[in-house]
């Protein structure tokens, strides 16, 4: 019987951090150690809140830090991973933050088991091969609308058939300047190019201000309208998508467990799910994943991070054939790509796939870590709770 | 024009800390300065991860510190606080942690406000009176079902005509051995007693293993049945409240914003929505007992804190006379009970009622904060972000 043995976190920040919308900026890796096998995995989450959460000491019952359940615990196969995640979600309740800890936790644990027994996470998980997708390019819109045809013209040169535009101007102006915004990108993306469009949760829960957007991204031929609203705005989302059919409505990555995606596709009337395992974890990306496929929604991964986070992202539905496509960021900053020493590339299709290779299937660059390294400490009571561990 | 000039944080705590559901074990103070002008408020949450989500290092443009949308911010009127919870939850979207900091922020805020315009709270929101509310007895259930019995009793002799029991064995044995526990505390309440029950999550979302309890429950008269499962398990509520009718479903205290309330009001056929400041602020209260009034779901407040969070939660529905019950910690620690120079007692009905007084109507006993202040200091790259401010 092996046991979790340690959880470390390491916080890497660029030197610079910007008020855009890139995750890429700054990032927590988790290394987890068990019987002298490692796995890696990475939170989409506040470096600092996260590792808070996993040291805080008990307020109570419910509210105990994430290490409690994870220190110590068996780890023999995977339904020791999936006890874990009960056990955390449960006695770490009303610890808030604690879902975008457990993520990168489950992640590096399933990384490990899958090292330890030399099969990738996929094929742990139920899989039986790895199906290959479509990248989507993931981009910020331009700020006008012929920067946003100029990006969409590049990442059509950069072999991208699949481009998303989001944030930045679109939706924070008038419906008919975000209209040229969708018909610059079409003319840049070419007419069999799928074109998909993220809100940001602009509209919070404002069905009319989304609904003025409508008209042009049908004109458009859009495959999506991705968070016109934030993810507890059900009814919203719900009247949105029978007013914007056959456009579909794509949301979930503000999920970051089991049930909120299962209420976003019961009661949001989304086609497409989109889920992060850095938010939620591979378990409960994996049990989405299912989840969706019984519904006939479609399963898309949410990926701003490293590609730690991208395959770990791929393996919840590696399997399904028919999710086809999937996120990958291209406008990553140098943290986020050095990170590993490889990186998960496309094929001469152009398409993409969970690693055939051992756990997440990349290798960690510890010299990008040490360049990247926020040395941080956190005493309570006299006590230090938390410092930045050794990287070897 | 006033601003928001400091925002302090102080982290309380009991000597010993015990893994049961009892919430007031710790406690998260926030006080406000703004223009010469205090006010105080309370966190439901883990202190050092909110602590840290308020000081933590941007990581983008949507994963900023709560701090960032708070200090320096205008403070005249309550505009200004709508706005700051607008950007607050706009800024610090993908920081998870951000409602439960926020909560006391906002309440602190109100009691500012409140103390500088010599109004209560519940004035300054709209409500023209504060109506009397029947207080319920929240406890956990005995060990066994004598000493739910005697605790039943227990309460009935001190003046409490409604009484909850929770968490404890609760579902946690056999559906017959919870059916005892019913039938004790029943006897110990006699048969005009209002019985309230709280499962506390233990089901997460197995619908039959909660409506193997509805018998017992109807049979001797609970009001309602709370938290049977974990808040976004929707579907599940839904079906046991169909199930379960003319007992009714209580929960909500999961919700940390106004949508996520709103949706089990839509979603979850919820009877009662029970909501706590110290999760999702005054602000966001006030909408969700409006939303319910207008639904016909009766709102009551949840609150395990200090009288601190009991006045903050009683002003949302101060003027809402159908909403008649609320709860009342009775089994609070001597923190929770000894942060406040004086409490919010029963009158000779045995009612209670928000205090007619400026902002919230208590002021805190700075001796009882020096007594359980526990010292605590974040220093991330070479900086000090946090260090326990001086009480005075």
Excluded at 208 to 213: G, M, Q, S, V
Excluded at 363 to 383: C, F, K, N, S, W
Aim: include cysteine; charge should be negative; proline fraction near 4%.
């Amino acid at each position: 019987m092996a046991v979790i043995d340690t959880v470390d976190f390491f916080y890497l920040r660029m030197g610079e951090v910007e008020a855009i919308s890139d995750n890429s900026q700054d990032s927590l890796l988790v290394r987890v150690s068990s019987g002298g096998d490692l796995g890696w995995g990475e939170c989409d989450a506040a470096p600092l809140v996260s590792i808070a959460s996993f040291i805080a000491p008990m307020s109570h019952g419910f509210c105990q830090p994430v290490g409690a359940s994870v220190l110590g615990q068996r780890l023999d196969g995977p339904d020791d991973i999936a006890r874990i995640n009960r056990e955390v979600r449960g006695k770490s309740l009303d610890l808030l933050q604690t879902s975008h800890t457990l993520a990168g936790i489950d992640m590096a644990l399933w990384d490990l088991l899958g090292r330890r027994r030399g099969e990738p996470v996929w094929r742990l998980l139920g899989h039986g091969k790895s199906t290959a997708k479509t990248p989507y390019a993931s981009q910020l819109f331009g700020d006008d609308p012929q920067q946003t045809l100029a990006k969409g013209k590049a990442q059509r040169s950069a072999g991208f058939r699949a481009v998303k535009f989001g944030w930045g101007p679109y939706g924070r102006g008038d419906a008919a300047t975000d209209g040229e915004h969708i018909a610059a990108a079409r003319e840049g993306l070419g007419e069999d190019g799928i074109l998909l469009v993220d809100a940001g949760t602009v509209w919070v829960d404002d069905v009319d201000a989304a609904a003025a957007r409508l008209e042009a991204l049908t004109t458009h031929k859009a495959t999506w309208l991705e968070e016109p609203f934030i993810s507890p705005a059900l009814g919203a989302y719900k009247e949105l998508a029978a007013r914007a059919a056959p456009l579909r409505i794509a949301g979930g990555e503000g999920a970051h467990n089991f049930h909120m995606a299962q209420q976003m596709i019961d009661f949001a009337g989304i086609g497409y799910v989109q889920i992060d395992a850095g938010r939620m974890g591979v378990s409960d990306s994996r049990r989405v994943a299912d989840y969706a496929a019984q519904r006939d929604v479609r399963f898309v991964n949410h990926t701003f991070n490293s590609h730690i986070a991208l395959s770990a992202s791929l393996q919840a539905f590696a399997g399904h054939a028919q999710d086809d496509i999937c996120e990958f960021p291209v406008e990553a900053k140098p943290l986020s790509r050095e990170i590993t020493q490889s990186l998960i590339e496309r094929d001469a299709d152009g398409l993409i796939r969970a690693p055939d290779a051992p756990g997440l299937g990349l290798e960690i660059d510890m010299d990008a870590l040490a360049r990247y390294l926020v040395p941080t400490e956190i005493h309570v009571g006299g006590q230090t709770l938390y410092s930045t561990p050794q990287l070897t």
